[in-house]
């Protein structure tokens, strides 16, 4: 007897482990395209916790605004994101995907930053080109104006 409870409850065990648990697809279900940019977004407002925006402010969650901007709430986004990670082979290709476009978005904010900066660091090369012109046209100013009141005063005195 006790050897045949134990044997029950072990099967028992064994049986409720095994079991993959797939969800029924949600009424408001969001459709995978949004869902895989709403899920980039999600991963950028996320990572952006750690950063400092303009005002010098960190840990601002930016997770609200990318709801507001699907128009879409938090538990909208849940119950998709459950169902959607019940079903691994639909969901792996995804994040896969996802993965792709975050790092085509990467090189190109990268490429555009060192175009930024290239025209940033010209434009101070000429500002320092023209601010030495200028200084060196004032110089010759000088010189010319020193010039020319010694030659007055060397007239002046011949006469």
Do not use: G, W
């Amino acid at each position: 007897m006790k050897h045949t409870t134990i044997f029950l409850i072990f099967m028992t065990l064994l049986a409720s482990c095994s079991s993959n648990t797939i969800y029924d697809e949600p009424k408001d279900l969001i459709p995978k395209d949004s869902m895989m940019m709403l899920l980039k977004d999600l991963y950028l407002a996320t990572a952006a916790k750690n950063i400092k925006n303009k005002r010098q402010q960190k840990k601002v969650s930016y997770i609200t605004l990318v709801y507001n901007k699907y128009n879409i709430d938090s538990l909208r986004f849940n119950t998709s994101n459950l169902y959607y990670t019940s079903k691994i082979d639909i969901y792996e290709p995804m994040l896969n995907e996802i993965t792709e476009l975050l790092e085509k978005e990467q090189e190109f904010f990268t490429k555009a930053k060192k175009i930024k900066d290239s025209l940033y660091n010209d434009s101070l090369k000429n500002i320092s080109y023209k601010i030495k012109k200028e200084q060196k046209i004032k110089e010759l100013k000088k010189v010319d104006i020193l010039k020319k009141t010694e030659n007055l005063k060397k007239f002046q005195r011949k006469n």
